[in-house]
């Protein structure tokens, strides 16, 4: 199991544009404006993830990918968390799954705080693959996380205290 910073533009997110809950996010943002730790974000590779996208997502993807080639991991939870982090201006802190054994370890660290509940802990690799093809499928367009923080912002959905600190 291997945890590590990465930037908003490494990362792609989940299609839920905007975040569900301004409340949620205006929570994250305030604690990593006071610097505590957020739960670790969980993510793939993204070559892993590819292998289980069907041939007209692969090509969308590709696409993508020649737009954002610093974009190497998907998330698979955490969207709140990821824009709040980004909109403090910090990096984020992830785990990276690379094989099965990193999603049992990765269930006890629910216990500690270190990672939040979520369906991701509840199936494998392949299965974690799966979901995002679905999530995809519905909504089959790809962004980084500074993409979508970018986009709230231009498209003023966030409170102005929150964009005034991001400027």
Same mark, same amino acid.
């Given at each position: 199991?291997?945890?590590i910073?990465?930037?908003?533009?490494q990362?792609i997110?989940?299609n839920d544009?905007?975040?569900h809950?301004d409340?949620?996010?205006?929570?994250y943002?305030g604690?990593?404006?006071?610097g505590?730790e957020l739960?670790?974000v969980?993510v793939?590779?993204?070559?892993?993830?590819?292998?289980n996208?069907?041939?007209?997502?692969v090509k969308?993807f590709?696409?993508f990918?020649?737009?954002?080639?610093? /974009?190497?991991?998907?998330m698979?939870?955490?969207? #709140?968390?990821t824009t709040?982090?980004?909109? /403090?201006l910090?990096k984020?802190?992830v785990?990276?799954?690379?094989?099965d054994?990193?999603i049992?370890? /990765?269930?006890k660290?629910?216990a500690t705080?270190?990672?939040?509940?979520?369906?991701?802990?509840?199936?494998?690799?392949?299965?974690?693959?799966?979901?995002?093809?679905?999530h995809?499928?519905?909504?089959p367009y790809?962004?980084?996380?500074?993409?979508k923080?970018?986009?709230?912002v231009?498209d003023?959905i966030?409170p102005q205290d929150?964009?005034?600190?991001y #400027?």
């Amino acid at each position: 199991m291997k945890t590590i910073e990465l930037n908003p533009d490494q990362i792609i997110t989940l299609n839920d544009y905007p975040v569900h809950s301004d409340s949620v996010l205006s929570e994250y943002f305030g604690k990593c404006k006071m610097g505590e730790e957020l739960p670790l974000v969980p993510v793939i590779r993204r070559d892993v993830v590819r292998r289980n996208l069907d041939d007209e997502l692969v090509k969308k993807f590709e696409e993508f990918e020649g737009e954002n080639p610093t /974009a190497e991991y998907f998330m698979l939870d955490g969207s #709140h968390r990821t824009t709040a982090l980004t909109l /403090a201006l910090h990096k984020i802190a992830v785990l990276v799954y690379q094989k099965d054994e990193d999603i049992v370890e /990765a269930r006890k660290l629910v216990a500690t705080g270190k990672i939040l509940k979520s369906g991701t802990l509840q199936t494998t690799m392949v299965g974690n693959c799966e979901i995002l093809s679905r999530h995809f499928s519905e909504k089959p367009y790809f962004m980084t996380v500074q993409q979508k923080t970018d986009r709230m912002v231009a498209d003023g959905i966030l409170p102005q205290d929150i964009v005034q600190y991001y #400027h």
